[in-house]
């Protein structure tokens, strides 16, 4: 266990989860499981530890193992360092017809990464995602908490670039 | 002349449509009142929304009316509505829209939904990545607490409402009912055996109504107008309109509100036709999980259920997948049955094995390494899928699958006979 994460549930990463907490019936801490793993996630450079998976268990009153099964169960959540900016791509049917497949290479070679890696300086990562239900902007991407739509060459490097 | 935007998006075209003096200012919230003023009595409104003739936008198209007569009202305990902004089947964006450009209309008609059933509290189940969508319906929410239209003894009539959100994490399984409850509850998404139905045994083991975020964001206008209004925009078995999606090989892609029934090929045209010069090869209707049509009968079919139905697919969620005549069709499929092998949720055998096999037969294909009895083993293993599952993933997987090998089977042939595709020059 490392240090840095020891008491993770504390201060502002607390009062979020509370502010879950609240949405659910009083006798339902569970359900603040997706939400309390997405909170520490964030304020743990992007991805989670059984450390902190263990803490979330323990501040909701759930069994470890239900945790662990939440936060490999859905996709969004991540086991390994992912880049400051973890570019997710859409690998789905709609994107792919319009080129975000070729786009994704074009990607991959111009970061030096391959999906699933995470460039040398840690700044950015891609992970393939499916179907961010914004097909109509095909192809795009999700970096962060925003869409990028009819992404091409020119206009995915720009946003890229202009990336601090 | 094609009708546009006359329900869910008929505020689009104004700035801040978004905004709760928008829609008050059109007339939001006036069905509302009349329904916590005892005006419109929950009998009268399910009455009305089976005469609107509308059904299930989610997919299934199951009737509104009818499912919401499943709740017993006066029943003591809990009870909650449950909305679904899942949406996760590729090539569906609707839902996005509606919550982008008329949050309010969904906030309406998830309280009228709820006051029907007699339930207090509501759940609006959104797609975790759909940040800013939630941030707008969230805003929305406030809004509509702070104008007195949520919260406790709503505008003095004793009744108390409330909505939250659950946020999904990315997992196209939890758009299926059961699997979303599941989700909310704080488990992974896996579907439940039914029955027992949500309608008895739901949230929490609560009686509760799931609709998608397109029929409830539906229901202020169809009680406003009156469901004869609704049910006679469409056609017979489709009323009202429709949100359609339209991605893929277009100049223009994006959604359409239009009348059911209208032509596809009025559709086709207002998403700007077919990209680059090109011709219409292949149309997915309904959403990945429904069957490919080739380009005829497409042309010649109705956006309405029966008519799609008679063309050999499903209307599901609206969601037409368009493809040029340059379009590898065994690579389109390889990559949608990616899409559902990724997103099984592992609990039936069938589809937890058989989705896997069939991306693998198809990824092999693609690579040129295909073999004679690989087209007969994909329709067998999709035989083996398809009513063997718990839930509809299962026979989604299969079923643009199997459709795309019987229109066109000889590129599969190509493939498995010359190592490569009917459009590759060799
Ligand atoms: C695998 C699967 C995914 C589904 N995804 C969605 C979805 O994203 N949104 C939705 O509204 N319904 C989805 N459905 C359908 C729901 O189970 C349910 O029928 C629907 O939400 C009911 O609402 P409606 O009657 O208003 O259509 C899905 C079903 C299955 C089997
Ligand atoms: S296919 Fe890429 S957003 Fe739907």
Redesign the interface.
Known sequence: MSSSTENFIQGEVKERIDRWIA???ED?R??????A??IVQECHDGYLTTDLMDQVAEY?G?API?VY??AT?????NHQPVGKYQI?WC????C???GGEELREKLEEKLGVKTGEVSADGKFSIKK??????????PIC?IG???HENLTEESLFKLLDELE | MVYQNENCFRLNHLENSWDIETYVANGGYEVWKKVVSGELEPADIIEEVKESNIRGRGGAGFPTGLKWSFMNREAPG?KYIVCNSD???????K??DIHRYNPHALVEGMAIAGYVIGASQGYNYI??????PYQVFKNAINQAREAGFLGKDILGSGWDFDL?????????ICGEETALIE???????QPRFKPPFPASYGL?GKPTTINNTETLASIPMILAKGGKWFNDLGVKNAGGTKLY?????VNN???FEVRMGTPFKDLLELAGGIWKGRQLKAV?PGG?STAVLPAEKALEMNMDYDSIAKAGSFLGAG?V?I?DDQ?DMVK?MK??S??YW??S?GQCTPCREGTGWLYRMLTRIVDGKGRPEDIAALKDVSGKIMGNVICGLGDAATIALTSAVEHFEHEFVHYIEHGCSIYDRT
């Not at chain 2, 949406?87 to 964006?93: A, D, S």
């Not at chain 2, 999606?245 to 090989?249: D, E, F, L, N, R």
Request: glycine share 14%; with cysteine; charged share 20%.
């Open positions: 949405e659910y019936p339902q569970q359900s603040a499981c997706m939400p793993l997405r909701l759930m239900a099964e939440v169960f859905y996709g969004n959540y997710n690998n789905s049917i709609s792919y017809l319009r995602v499916e179907c961010l239900g914004a097909c109509g902007g095909a999700k908490k925003d869409y | 809990q949406e996760g089947e590729p090539g569906t964006f839902d996005r797609r975790g990545e759909f940040w800013e939250h959100v659950h946020l999904g994490a990315g997992a196209y989700s909310i509850e704080g488990k992974k998404g929490y999606s339209v991605s893929g090989h892609p994006g959604n997915i990945a969601s997948i493809m379009t389109a990559n949608l990616h899409f990724d997103e949720c």
